[in-house]
């Protein structure tokens, strides 16, 4: 509804008085129209109360405090600061500052006063600095400076806040080349705005110093425009993608992240190209990783950085780049190795980082000691396994006679898997999912590796359109070696054979590194228990054995990790047992000796040859 009101009514609170004015503004000049009077009074405060109740503008300037007041208290509270010693010894005293302005800038990124709170927020880390000599302090003042001239390039805080940095550069980074590259940037960007005279000012003085010595130093602000340092990897995915000719649509960014680990997951509303780019570590800031989306928009309200300060990951930062593209920046405190790759229906950019591991506040206090259980007491190194029923929610995953379903049977199965695991190897049991719901296949692997988990194993039932298809199968992560194998991964993975082809030729670089030998000893212990537990009490237990193929959910998990087929739910004896309680049950049973039989070999050949 569009406001056909005055401008002086709209932002006004009404009270009685003003509703007072109104009526004898009102007010006809007759005194004997007595009752035209009453009549128009009694509208006059209809339409009062029409403005006040019903009318949403007018509701929310009636709900007090706004940004601006809030604002305004915020300053308030810096200006005490600095002038009470001792609460500006206080370090609390000032991060308490800053979250009074990070407050404000998080309930309305896109309210105009949302670059004034980055604006002091940056000012408080860069006094802090000055205060408490803490180079992170200043790393952060830089940062938030950054993020205007990136959210905000057209503000006209955005060369205040160039030429903030470039002083800190100058003054107390002792960079003067990177300062004088800030400088002339903010004479070349913004030739008019109030900060280009004193930075033309900076350069000469700097001239003057030092030369026209230079650095080939470019990795700075790199939302801005300017050379691209160094460009990895060949749009392989993204060139294999049917992109459409509409633009697409950022949607919320999904992250989970660690102290040497994180995944974000970039969706949009179509597939697009993407391209990736590294720039390399200064000596200021590390590697950074940021992402280049091709004919595509970003709405308002994502066009913010989303400050994370959680693990690994510092902040990311998305922004309307061109008019077609968008930006996402992450941020990390580190970063040692990086993994990119693109997944279908629904299109997804998953980025996996992979950061140095610092001993931070956050990994002490995960280390509180907990009673030891048998299996750490035995120094074996598996205290935490991660159980993943596969599907859920709307996916059902394969449907049996009867309409039984794949998503159903395996819960059970993994619930009882996990009471089973507790109770005999006494370690710790996370289930990506202990109902009926949903969740993106990336997201099951970030759980694993977030929680830590020592090991991860997905639980799925196995279908095939011949009915007499049968037996136990057990995947670990590789190519698959023949169609069988590619047809179950792509039924898994929610997948056409073409897509997975597609991830077949990226699927060398992902599984670099990953624990590969201890996921196939793995899987060939829980295959075998499967096998020989269940053959002693059921008749034909078909031995499909140990196989390889590129199942999603297994991709980028950083511990030993494999995909059990307990058996064919399309196969009408076995959907039958699958049916049993009790076949679950001892389902359940292989799976945990197979475990345990791992974790067995892994203590025997921890000990020493001679066992
Ligand atoms: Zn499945």
């Known amino acids: 509804m569009k406001s056909i009101l005055p401008q002086n009514i709209k932002f006004k609170k009404y009270t009685l008085a003003d509703r007072q004015q109104v009526i004898t503004l009102n007010r006809p000049t007759t005194q004997n129209l007595a009752l035209g009077w009453w009549l128009f009074s009694l509208l006059s405060a209809f339409f009062i109360l029409y403005l006040l109740v019903v009318h949403p503008t007018l509701a929310r300037a009636a709900s007090p405090p706004s940004s601006y007041t809030q604002?305004?208290?915020?300053?308030?509270?810096?200006?005490?600061?600095?002038?009470?010693?001792?609460?500006?010894?206080?370090?609390?005293?000032?991060?308490?500052?800053?979250?009074?302005?990070?407050?404000?800038?998080?309930?309305?990124?896109?309210?105009?006063?949302?670059?004034?709170?980055?604006?002091?927020?940056?000012?408080?880390?860069?006094?802090?600095?000055?205060?408490?000599?803490?180079?992170?302090?200043?790393?952060?003042?830089?940062?938030y400076y950054e993020d205007i001239t990136s959210l905000f390039p057209k503000h006209r805080l955005a060369d205040d806040a160039l030429y903030a940095i470039g002083r800190i550069y100058l003054e107390d980074k002792n960079n003067p080349q990177k300062a004088a590259k800030i400088f002339t940037r903010i004479v070349a960007l913004f030739p008019n705005g109030d900060m280009a005279i004193p930075a033309a000012g900076q350069i000469e003085k700097l001239k003057r110093n030092s030369g026209e010595k230079t650095s080939d130093d470019d990795t700075f602000t790199i939302l801005e425009a300017g050379p691209i340092k160094q460009k990895i990897g060949a749009d392989k995915p993204a060139d294999s993608i049917a992109t459409s000719n509409e633009t697409a649509n950022l949607l919320p960014l999904?992250?989970?992240?660690?102290?040497?680990?994180?995944?974000?997951?970039?969706?949009?509303?179509?597939?697009?190209?993407?391209?990736?780019?590294?720039?390399?570590?200064?000596?200021?800031?590390?590697?950074?990783?940021y992402v280049d989306l091709e004919n595509c928009q970003i709405t308002p309200d994502l066009q913010k950085n989303i400050p994370i300060d959680d693990g690994l990951l510092r902040r990311v930062r998305t922004g309307q780049y061109s008019q077609d593209s968008v930006r996402i920046v992450l941020d990390t405190l580190s970063l040692d190795d990086y993994k990119i790759f693109s997944l279908q229906e629904p299109f997804r950019i998953v980025i996996d980082v992979k950061g140095q591991k610092k001993s931070t506040i956050t990994i002490a206090e995960k280390?509180?000691?907990?009673?030891?259980?048998?299996?750490?007491?035995?120094?074996?190194?598996?205290?935490?396994?991660?159980?993943?029923?596969?599907?859920?929610?709307?996916?059902?995953?394969?449907?049996?006679?009867?309409?039984?379903?794949?998503?159903?049977?395996?819960?059970?199965?993994a619930h009882k898997v996990a009471q089973k695991m507790r109770n005999?190897?006494?370690?710790?049991?996370?289930?990506?999912?202990?109902?009926?719901?949903?969740?993106?296949?990336?997201?099951?692997?970030?759980?694993?590796?977030?929680?830590?988990?020592?090991?991860?194993?997905?639980?799925?039932?196995?279908?095939?359109?011949?009915?007499?298809?049968?037996?136990?199968?057990?995947?670990?992560?590789?190519?698959?070696?023949?169609?069988?194998?590619?047809?179950?991964?792509?039924?898994?993975?929610s997948s056409s054979a073409s897509q997975l082809s597609d991830l077949q030729t990226i699927l060398n670089d992902l599984i670099q590194n990953s624990k590969m030998q201890e996921s196939v000893k793995l899987a060939e212990y829980i295959q075998?228990?499967?096998?020989?537990?269940?053959?002693?009490?059921?008749?034909?237990?078909?031995?499909?054995?140990?196989?390889?193929?590129?199942?999603?959910?297994?991709?980028?998990?950083?511990?030993?990790?494999?995909?059990s087929e307990i058996a064919f739910i399309s196969n009408p004896k076995e959907a039958k047992r699958l049916r049993s309680d009790k076949f679950l049950d001892h389902v359940a049973d292989q799976i945990v000796a197979g475990v345990s039989q791992y974790v067995t070999d892994l203590n025997l050949a921890s000990l020493g040859p001679q066992y």
């Not at 990070?102 to 880390?125: G, K, N, T, V």
């Not at 995944?263 to 597939?271: D, F, L, M, N, Q």
């Open 71 to 143: 604002y305004t208290e915020a300053k308030n509270y810096y200006q005490n600061l600095l002038s009470d010693q001792k609460k500006a010894d206080s370090r609390r005293s000032w991060l308490t500052g800053i979250k009074n302005f990070r407050r404000i800038y998080h309930a309305q990124p896109d309210h105009e006063i949302a670059p004034s709170c980055l604006f002091m927020m940056a000012r408080m880390y860069s006094d802090m600095y000055k205060q408490f000599d803490n180079p992170l302090d200043l790393g952060e003042a830089i940062a």
């Open 424 to 493: 005999e190897l006494s370690c710790e049991v996370i289930l990506t999912r202990d109902k009926d719901v949903f969740i993106p296949l990336e997201e099951r692997t970030a759980i694993a590796n977030t929680k830590e988990g020592d090991l991860f194993i997905s639980i799925h039932a196995n279908a095939d359109p011949t009915k007499r298809a049968r037996g136990v199968e057990t995947y670990f992560l590789d190519l698959a070696k023949n169609k069988n194998a590619m047809q179950v991964a792509a039924r898994e993975n």
């Open 367 to 413: 280390s509180t000691p907990e009673a030891p259980s048998l299996v750490q007491q035995l120094g074996l190194g598996i205290r935490r396994i991660v159980l993943d029923p596969g599907h859920g929610g709307k996916d059902s995953g394969a449907i049996g006679p009867g309409g039984m379903m794949e998503k159903d049977i395996v819960l059970n199965v």
């Open 528 to 563: 075998e228990n499967m096998v020989n537990g269940l053959s002693e009490k059921y008749s034909d237990i078909n031995d499909l054995g140990v196989k390889q193929a590129p199942f999603i959910v297994l991709i980028g998990a950083r511990m030993p990790s494999i995909l």
């Open 254 to 289: 999904r992250y989970w992240s660690t102290n040497n680990y994180t995944r974000v997951v970039i969706e949009t509303s179509s597939p697009v190209k993407y391209q990736e780019y590294l720039l390399e570590k200064n000596d200021n800031n590390p590697r950074r990783l």
